[in-house]
Each structure stands twice: as C-alpha cells, then as structure tokens.
C-alpha cells in the first residue's frame, strides 16, 4: 500500500501564490507518475496536473497552464503543486494521486481511473 498525505493549502488572495507539497509513504518503490486533481463544491473531481517519474515529462490541465507548475523530489518521496497567478474559480480541494504504472501516456495522465492511491486533500481558498 501506498499513502498519499497534501498540505499547504489555505486561504489566498487573487494573484496569490501557494505551494502544495504531496508526502507519499509505504510502498513507495510502486509508484511511478503522480498528478493532482481537484474538486470544487458541487463539481466533478477536474484533472489539474501529472509527472512522469522521472520528472521528465509533465502536463497541464489547459485552465492552469503557464500557472501552475508541478514537481518531484524522488529522494524524498514527494511532490509538488507551485500554484501562481491564483483565481477564484481555483478554490477547490486539492488531491495528489499516484500510479503504479511505469508508463507515461500523455492521454492518459488526464484519467482520474489511472491512478491507485490518493490522499486526502487540502483545502485550497481563494478570495477575490
């Protein structure tokens, strides 16, 4: 098994900035791409972010692109969310996943069904 746990979400002001960090413990030799997703109030969990596991390769949700930027620390089992530029319509929960697939296909990566562990999530806020 693989447990994800998110922190660093809160409560920011349009423009703001905010980084989620994304701690993955257990079986973490099983894990190869991760993303991000979120879910606002009354919506479908949207696609935000995914990285190979090398790092290599990474894609954006069309909404986030030029924002956000996600990233990885192998060494320490972690990942990241740089959230920039932050909108209103980006508050949301926040929710790393993680796939034990070594493949990276960028269609895919999109696919809440592609991946098998996710945490918890944060609460990400911000005010306009």
């Known amino acids: 098994q693989v447990q994800l746990v998110e922190s660093g979400g809160g409560l920011v002001q349009a423009g703001g900035s905010l980084r989620l960090s994304c701690a993955a413990s257990g079986r973490t030799s099983r894990v190869y791409n991760m993303a991000w997703f979120r879910q606002a109030p009354g919506k479908e969990r949207e696609y935000v972010a995914a990285?190979?596991?090398?790092?290599?390769?990474?894609h954006y949700a069309d909404s986030v692109k030029g924002r956000f930027s996600i990233s990885r620390d192998n060494a320490k089992n972690m990942v990241f969310l740089q959230m920039n530029s932050l909108k209103p319509e980006d508050t949301a929960v926040y929710y790393c996943?993680?796939?034990?697939?070594?493949?990276?296909?960028?269609?895919?990566?999109?696919?809440?069904?592609?991946?098998?562990?996710w945490g918890q999530g944060t609460q990400v806020t911000v005010s306009s």
């Open positions: 990285i190979s596991w090398g790092g290599g390769n990474t």
């Open positions: 996943a993680a796939d034990v697939s070594p493949k990276w296909v960028p269609s895919r990566t999109r696919e809440a069904n592609e991946y098998d562990y």
